[in-house]
T-cell receptor, first 115, second 111 residues
Framework: SQTIHQWPATLVQPVGSPLSLECTVE??????LYWYRQAAGRGLQLLFY??????ISSEVPQNLSASRPQDRQFILSSKKLLLSDSGFYLC??????????????FGPGTRLTVL | RKEVEQDPGPFNVPEGATVAFNCTYS??????FFWYRQDCRKEPKLLMS???SGNEDGRFTAQLNRASQYISLLIRDSKLSDSATYLC????????????FGQGTELSVKP
């Protein structure tokens, strides 16, 4: 079966500090991978998605970046955090193909507080 | 107009009640549809995929009306454990399999 891991679970960082969040998927190969952010009391906002190693698409302009150095590894980074970067960061994966019927499965998330 | 719109909620219902969530989507080319459940401070979890003919899973029934671009979720005999936020989700079949999430409808089931 497939599992998705994210770490850390919670993080408190000062404004201006760097960020690195990691996501890994087990039990599948060549998945589509996604990073979302959910601000407190808000809906999910897609930040980045990747259809393969080294392939990153950005959905919204921001001071975050993503990388996919390995097939089942997705990393979210920032060089300098802003207060507005606080939120619940979720990584998700889906199978490639099957037309549009690609349910996404989410990791447990990282709760980031920028002070 | 938002791409996916849901009842604003919250819904407060007694145990055993039947509750219905409604959702509309704006893109007539949308190909697939889902309901996710999100508990407080947790990740969303897939509850049901929604098929054209409608589908049922125990106490949960999902319906799709492509002509009206409308999706529904019915929960019968609601339990305390059904309390959560229910997210209507649409995949437009675009590159990368991106999903569009509604804002969610909060359900609180009371004893």
């Amino acid at each position: 079966s497939q599992t998705i891991h994210q770490w850390p679970a919670t993080l408190v960082q000062p404004v201006g500090s760097p960020l690195s969040l990691e996501c890994t998927v087990e039990g599948t190969s060549n998945p589509n991978l996604y990073w979302y952010r959910q601000a407190a009391g808000r809906g999910l906002q897609l930040l980045f998605y990747s259809v393969g190693i080294g392939q990153i698409s950005s959905e919204v302009p921001q001071n975050l970046s993503a990388s996919r150095p390995q097939d089942r590894q997705f990393i979210l980074s920032s060089k300098k955090l802003l207060l507005s970067d606080s939120g619940f960061y979720l990584c998700a994966w889906s199978r490639v193909g099957s037309g549009g019927f690609n349910e996404q499965f989410f990791g447990p998330g990282t709760r980031l507080t920028v002070l | 107009r938002k791409e996916v719109e849901q009842d604003p909620g919250p819904f407060n219902v007694p145990e055993g009640a039947t509750v219905a969530f409604n959702c509309t989507y704006s893109n007539s080319a949308s190909q697939s549809f889902f309901w996710y459940r999100q508990d407080c401070r947790k990740e969303p979890k897939l509850l049901m995929s929604v098929y054209s003919s409608g589908n049922e899973d125990g106490r949960f029934t999902a319906q799709l009306n492509r002509a009206s671009q409308y999706i529904s979720l019915l929960i019968r005999d609601s339990k305390l454990s059904d309390s959560a936020t229910y997210l209507c989700v649409v995949n437009n079949g675009n590159q990368g399999g991106k999903l569009i999430f509604g804002q969610g409808t909060e359900l609180s089931v009371k004893p």
